[in-house]
């Protein structure tokens, strides 16, 4: 049985489910598909307290911003775990990686000495005309098309201490940077960006890749992905305008308990773990965010596939696991699986825009499936 049989789950390959009320209707028959059938008198304890916690996590989702206009935003996923919101005509990119070169990080021939490249046409053809950039962490699949991006538009850019040197190197302005270390409540006009301290997805031996901070410029200038460290990792929220959609935005697949506590928001863009380092990961951040109306899986495909077309899963991605274990830590909430076609509402519907018509979605013939 598929995912989309059991869950309220939206996905490039399924119709979506439209309903009265976002967080009503559409998770309260989720709940129901997913609650076994009980004979009479023979519920436990523990079954009495898991009751009581999906109730209390359905209420949860069903109360928060159920008056508000979904028109006010629309988002593009630009694969990996980059983002283009647009709210009105003002645009907002988050860790915009297009040019997607190869360095062996998929065929088990991974060359850290590969060069950094950029291909204006193709950033070009996806950011529109940006006024803010915000960076979660400075590995190149992140951060290698932000300084183009930067000296071309003249966006402003908000990242970590380790961005701003790294960006300054490559010849970005010091004065389109914002250095924030993570609580930051910034207002860009109407657009209110907070920054959430965070952490960086660890390998099995619960390692970081690719580690380092910079306190001072760069000896040279970055010439090869190896001269990206990380430089800390953070989180962001986004809420357009006062009413909203609020978007909890992931560069990496770990974060801050803690940090992330009274957040709340309405959308959650949450990176796909490649594996278990970090200690049940699903479920203590969905409750940490007080399950989040819809989350959206990201950092699932292979960023080294051209950004036309559909997402190639990465193989070591479980997306099924992610999928199956939001299910069952917060069973009101819609997941959507995104592709790189389709413009979505401030609901994560598909809007009336496609930017690319072509065939082919995940599970299509042709087009890698899960594994």
């Known amino acids: 049985m598929t995912h989309q049989d059991t869950r309220a789950t939206d996905r490039p390959d399924a119709p979506f489910r439209r309903g009265l009320d976002r967080r009503t209707v559409l998770r309260g028959a989720a709940l129901g598909a997913a609650t076994p ?7 436990t304890a523990a079954t009495a307290t898991t009751a009581t916690a999906t109730a209390t996590a359905t209420a949860a989702t069903a109360a928060r911003g159920s008056g508000r206009a979904t028109g006010s935003a629309s988002w593009r996923w630009l694969g990996t775990a980059g983002w283009r919101i647009d709210v009105g005509d003002r645009t907002v990119l988050f860790d915009p990686y297009l040019t997607r070169f190869p360095t062996g990080l998929f065929d088990g021939a ?37 300084p183009h991006i930067a000296r071309t538009t003249g966006a402003h850019v908000v990242g970590t201490e380790t961005t701003y040197h790294l960006l300054v190197a490559l010849g970005v302005d010091a004065g389109q940077i914002s250095v924030v270390k ?13 920054v959430v301290p965070s952490l960086h997805s660890r390998n099995k031996k619960c390692a970081y890749f690719a580690p380092g901070t910079l306190n001072a410029p760069p000896a040279t200038t970055p010439s090869s992905i190896a001269d990206l460290p990380e430089g800390d990792t953070l989180a962001f929220q986004v809420t357009a305008g006062d009413s909203g959609p609020s978007a909890f935005l992931m560069g990496a697949s770990d974060f801050s308990e803690r940090a992330v506590r009274g957040l709340r928001p309405d959308l959650a863009m949450i990176a796909v773990p490649a594996g278990t380092a970090t200690h049940r990961y699903v479920p203590r951040l969905l409750r940490a ?28 991605m479980d997306l099924e696991a992610f999928l199956t274990q939001v299910e069952k830590a917060s069973p009101a909430t819609r997941t959507v699986v995104p592709d790189y076609r389709t413009v979505y509402d401030g609901d994560m519907r598909p809007g009336s825009d496609r930017r690319d018509k072509g065939p082919g979605t995940p599970g299509s013939p042709g087009v890698p499936g899960p594994r």
């Open 37 to 43: 059938l009980i004979p009479a008198g023979t519920a």
């Open 289 to 316: 965010l007080d399950h989040p109306g819809v989350v959206v899986p990201v950092h699932w495909d292979n960023f080294e596939v051209p950004l036309s077309g559909s997402p190639v899963r990465d193989p070591s």
């Open 182 to 194: 993570g609580g930051e409540v910034l207002d860009f006009g109407g657009i209110t960006v907070e």
């Open 110 to 146: 991974f060359d850290p000495g590969t060069r950094l490249r950029t291909r204006p046409e193709v950033v070009a053809a996806h950011i529109g005309r940006p006024e803010l950039v915000l960076v979660s962490h400075s590995h190149w699949d992140h951060l290698g098309d932000v």
